[in-house]
């Protein structure tokens, strides 16, 4: 007698009939199907041995059931994606979620580069500057109005001129007699230091440093030889054609202040009473 050779499952014997070895058992088709096959999500039927099966996230298919949910469309060899458990071929998903490049007025695709800003997109390589008209990509730009600029032409086009070196003042700066500067070109006329931040005068429209302008214009302190430039709420004091700093001036004698006092000057000198008493 023969050995028997039957399938694990309903047990009928597989001499002179199809059968399949699965988990290393013998199964006739129709046990196969029943015990293995996948559920198609779609038509939710088997999936036999003999069809194509297709699968998307733990999701199965027969070949003719994995289609477009809109336009029908078999996407077993087509791109597709999907939106909320549908199925949808690029075309289909493009004309209904995708953006539309405002500059051209096609779907931007998804995958493809692009550019969002104030809620509109454009492809990468329609967002272009205004005026030069080359690709901004993914440098920095400056809107104005509908139009967008790349930083270099928008300073040409529309920022203004430095006062001094005539290059645009693209941000920061100062204004000095309602012209723009900037801030490092803005020094002292004399020494070159910056003035930005610092107290300083002007002498015929030209700004200087307190120190420049002391030394070069302003009157010296008869006692201490230094300028009196009456900047930051310093006093001084002006008799006949020479002047003190209010500190400096003091008795020639005994040094005693006489700022609100009476004094007597005695050739270069400038004395109080007691000592001009004592004369």
Known sequence: MSE???CDNCKESLYGRKYIQAEDNPYCIPCYDSLFANTCDECKELIGHDSRELFYEDRHYHEHCFRCFRCDRSLADEPFTSQDDALLCNDCYCNEFSSKCVACDKTVMPGTR?????GSTWHESCFICNSCQQPIG???FIPDKDDHYCVPCYENKFAPRCTRC??????GGVTYRDEPWHKECFVCTSCKVQLAGQHFTSREDSPYCLKCFGNLYAKKCEACSKPITGFGGGKYISFEERQWHQPCFTCSRCSVSLVGAGFFPDQDEILCRNCNSNL
């Open 138 to 140: 993914s440098k920095s």
């Open 114 to 118: 692009k550019l969002e800003y104030a």
């Open 4 to 6: 028997r050779f039957d």
């Open 166 to 171: 005539k290059q645009a003042l693209a941000k």
